[in-house]
Nanobody, 123 residues
Framework: QVQLVESGGGLVQTGGSLRLSCVVS????????MGWFRQAPGKDREFVAT????????IYRDSVKGRFTISRDNAKNSAYLQMNNLNTEDTAVYYC??????WGPGLSEWEDWGQGTQVTVSS
């Protein structure tokens, strides 16, 4: 059984930083893509950033480019999302996900999901 567990969320002021972690069990991530997604209250879930299995290719949504960095450590079966210069629009539950082929932003093609970690940015 594949399990993804996110951590690192919390309450931070505008301009602050957080680092999210996602640990995967039950599946070796060394040959699959990892992604971070978020869902704000009353809104659809949206992609934030994705990374391919080598870590050599990444995709970011425009609003987080230059502020967020996705990374992975295959030896630890983990992925990370470093979030800097946070603003109130980043407030959401953040989810990580795995995908066997490709690393595009379309939600329907991502296979396994974590339960999410809450990120709240106060003004």
């Amino acid at each position: 059984q594949v399990q993804l567990v996110e951590s690192g969320g919390g309450l931070v002021q505008t301009g602050g930083s957080l680092r999210l972690s996602c640990v995967v069990s039950g599946r070796d991530i060394s040959r699959i893509s990892m992604g971070w997604f978020r869902q704000a209250p009353g809104k659809d879930r949206e992609f934030v950033a994705t990374i391919n299995w080598t870590g050599g290719s990444t995709i970011y949504r425009d609003s987080v480019k230059g502020r967020f960095t996705i990374s992975r450590d295959n030896a630890k079966n983990s992925a990370y999302l470093q979030m800097n210069n946070l603003n109130t629009e980043d407030t959401a539950v953040y989810y990580c996900a795995t995908r066997s082929i490709g690393w595009g932003p379309g939600l329907s093609e991502w296979e396994d999901w974590g339960q999410g970690t809450q990120v709240t940015v106060s003004s």
